[in-house]
Each structure stands twice: as C-alpha cells, then as structure tokens.
C-alpha cells in the first residue's frame, strides 16, 4: 500500500530553536494534514493543506503543501516545552472517501 | 459537546474472545472512521462509514467488524481476538462538506486493548 516516509524520526531540541519535519511519498495526495499526538492522547489536527504550493500558518506552526503533491514539509518556530510530543502527517488520496495515510511520526522533546 | 467518547479506556482480552469498541459523536458528522496505533507504525485504517447504514474497509480489517446504524454511534466489533490485535484503537468523525472528501478533524481519546 502507499507509504509515507517522516523524518526525521525524533528530535531533541533547546526551548527557542526552531524545528522542521517533513513528509514524502512516491504517490500524489489531494490534501495533507499534520496532526499533534500527547501521551495517552488521540491526535489533533494542527494545519490542513488542499493544494500544492499553499504555505498556511497557525501561530508558530507553518506547514507547506509540495509543488509535486508528494511531500509536505511542518515548521515550528521558537520552540517552547509544550510542543513536545509526536507529529504526524497524513496524506489523503483523490477519491479515497476521505481516507488517510499516515506517517510514522517525528518525536519531539524540548529542553527548556 | 462531549465530542468524540471511546469505551473503554482499557481493556484485556483473553484470546478467541470477542468484544465491542464502542464510539459515539454529538456533532452530527457523517464520516466516521477507525484506527489502530502501533509503536513504530504510525495510524493505519481499519473501518470506515461516510454515513449511516454505509460502511467500508481500510487498510486493515481482518478480524474487524462494523456497523452504523445510526449517525451518533459507529462501534468496532472484535470477532476472535488475537495477540496481533494488542493495539490503541481511536475513532475518528469528520465533516463532509459537498462535493468534497471529508476531513479527519476529531479524534476520540483511544481504547487500549491488550490480547493475552
């Protein structure tokens, strides 16, 4: 089945760097999505994504939809502890009734 | 809103057993769906229902059954339960817009199922 590669796969960074993390696959999506996941938690969406070359922002968070509609990178900018834990994003294929494929996740931990 | 309600929280199971997930939304969305969360593997699709009476497979539903007979509830029925099935189950529900795929917006709190 389709296979989306997230990388990197953890991420240990000082309160205030910025962080980037991106998404890629070999098929073409009509929408990505990021989501957020906390311990013990189900995801939340953070940013969704309906075409390619949208750049969409949500506070820190900033989240582009690739040109060739096979990657999509996320960016947060100065970091603060509460943005530890797991993102993940998701592709949604055309005429998929709205079924997602998931990345594996990028593990984040914040020193402060 | 309550939003999206799992039951139960956590749960062993003893092998060949079955049990039903159970899932319920308040926020009247037609799409509903099911995953299953393993370490390392990211969310995979079990089920699906783009409404009431409608139900569809995913990427992995062996071993798996569902029904939607009304909007609300969408629950997952574990026929013989397996050790493969040890996983976090969440349901999810969207809103469809016309015209366009519904979009995955809320997820449940997840169920922990253990299979001895």
């Known amino acids: 089945g389709q296979q989306l590669n997230q990388s990197p796969q953890s991420m240990f960074i000082q309160e205030g760097e910025d962080v980037s993390m991106n998404c890629t696959s070999s098929?073409?999506?009509?929408?990505w999505l990021w989501y957020k996941q906390d311990p013990g938690e189900g995801p939340v969406l953070l940013i969704a994504?309906?075409?390619?070359?949208e750049l969409t922002s949500n506070g820190r968070l900033t989240a582009q939809f690739g040109i060739t509609r096979k990657d999509s990178f996320l960016n947060i900018s100065a970091s603060i502890p509460s943005d530890v834990g797991i993102y993940f994003c998701?592709?949604?294929?055309?005429?998929?009734?709205?079924?997602?494929?998931f990345g594996k996740g990028t593990k984040l931990s914040v020193k402060p | 809103n309550a939003g999206v309600t799992q039951t139960p929280k956590f749960q062993v199971l003893k092998t060949g057993q079955s049990m039903t997930l159970q899932c319920a939304q308040d926020?009247?969305?037609?799409?509903m769906s099911w995953y299953r969360q393993d370490p390392g593997m990211g969310l995979r699709l079990i089920h699906y229902?783009?409404?009431?009476?409608?139900?569809d497979q995913g990427e992995v539903p062996n071993g798996y059954n569902v029904s939607r007979s009304t909007t609300e509830d969408f629950p997952l029925r574990l026929l013989s339960a397996a050790p493969s099935q040890t996983s976090v189950y969440f349901c999810?529900?969207?809103?469809?817009?016309?015209?366009?795929?519904?979009?995955?917006?809320?997820f449940g709190p997840g169920t922990r199922l253990t299979v001895l």
């Open positions: 999810a529900s969207s809103y469809r817009f016309s015209g366009l795929p519904p979009l995955t917006q809320y």
């Open positions: 994504l309906y075409k390619a070359g």
């Open positions: 098929s073409i999506f009509n929408t």
């Open positions: 229902s783009v409404g009431a009476g409608i139900t």
């Open positions: 926020m009247n969305h037609e799409y």
């Open positions: 998701a592709g949604q294929l055309g005429g998929s009734q709205g079924n997602l494929i």
